[in-house]
């Protein structure tokens, strides 16, 4: 991967930790970098619920604008859902993650988020990595639907290559010919990834399976291959989510998955953060 001048590997030993400001959480170091939150924001109340959680999390995810593939599907609250967002950040001193979908919707984004997120279908939107590239804000990178290993990497350096080095690419599963899971986690990818690049890789296998039942067991087998952390749909009433339900975990089970990390974190020479060291409510 000659052309990847920026964000491959110099030397077996090298690798990025990038801090998400105004916290004190990194990722790609040695405590694990894990995400939850819903889909898409629906209220206050759902947001505040999530926060408040007695959850280890680093982050809290939530859409304002939402790509779906019918378009009467539920979309986000646009810019209605910033001020929760923002809401969110101060009173509990949670890093937000959140999907930018467009050029123009970045210098929106930007006062109410962490990290800025390239969905699987904007992948190869090389006039929107360019554009990030000019952001001063990590961007998490979400594999593309069949995209390779190659190209992957190749999008990570379009961000790099127009100035912004704070890149966390995302495993999220590829699409295969067996629709009993959503997608084909690929947790060789994240192997190859992790020597290939200095980036940290962080995997999301709530999109990657698409069945709750199935997101504790490859997440644990995402963090023992290696993975920097975790992006998981988390919601207080999963059965009554507006997008993706289906694979959506209740916070008792986020609870409970993120407790049987914490083994298998140790084994691998990783830790999680507990979560009463982030709560910041002022």
């Known amino acids: 991967m000659k052309d990847a001048k920026l964000v491959a590997k110099s030397h077996t030993e090298h690798t990025t930790e990038i801090a998400?400001?105004?916290?004190?959480i990194t990722v790609g170091g040695?405590?694990?970098?894990?995400?939850?939150?819903?889909?898409?924001?629906e209220s206050m109340a759902q947001m505040e619920a999530?926060?408040?959680?007695?959850?280890?999390?680093?982050?809290?995810?939530?859409g304002v604008?939402?790509?779906?593939?019918?378009?009467?599907?539920?979309?986000?609250?646009?810019?209605?859902?910033?001020?929760?967002l923002s809401a969110i950040r101060q009173r509990y001193g949670l890093p937000v993650v959140t999907e930018v979908m467009a050029i123009h919707q970045i210098e929106t984004l930007l006062p109410h988020a962490d990290v800025l997120q390239v969905g699987s279908r904007n992948m190869q939107n090389f006039d929107l990595l360019k554009a990030l590239g000019e952001v001063n804000k990590p961007i998490l990178l979400k594999r593309g639907l069949a995209a390779t290993v190659s190209e992957f990497v190749m999008a990570a350096e379009y961000i790099a290559s127009h100035g912004n080095p704070n890149i966390i690419l995302c495993e999220?599963?590829?699409?295969?010919?067996?629709?009993?899971?959503?997608n084909v986690l690929d947790l060789g990818a994240v192997v190859a990834?992790?020597?290939?690049?200095?980036?940290?890789?962080?995997?999301?296998?709530s999109h990657a399976t698409g069945k709750r039942e199935l997101v504790a067991p490859l997440a644990k087998a995402a963090i023992a291959a290696g993975a920097d952390g975790l992006i998981i749909e988390c919601h207080p009433n999963p059965d009554k989510s507006v997008s993706d339900a289906r694979q959506t975990l209740s916070l008792e089970a986020?609870?409970?998955l993120i407790d049987s990390l914490i083994p298998i974190a140790q084994a691998v020479g990783?830790?999680?953060?507990?979560?009463h060291s982030l709560k910041l409510v002022s």
């Open 193 to 205: 990834l992790k020597q290939i690049t200095h980036l940290p890789v962080i995997v999301d296998p």
């Open 254 to 256: 986020m609870a409970e």
């Open 270 to 275: 990783r830790s999680i953060r507990p979560q």
């Open 172 to 182: 999220r599963g590829i699409r295969s010919f067996d629709s009993y899971t959503r």
């Open 50 to 62: 999530i926060a408040q959680a007695p959850i280890a999390i680093q982050g809290v995810r939530g």
């Open 65 to 84: 604008f939402k790509p779906r593939t019918s378009p009467y599907a539920f979309q986000g609250l646009g810019e209605m859902g910033l001020d929760i």
């Open 20 to 24: 998400i400001a105004p916290s004190d």
């Open 30 to 41: 040695q405590d694990l970098f894990i995400v939850g939150g819903p889909c898409s924001i």
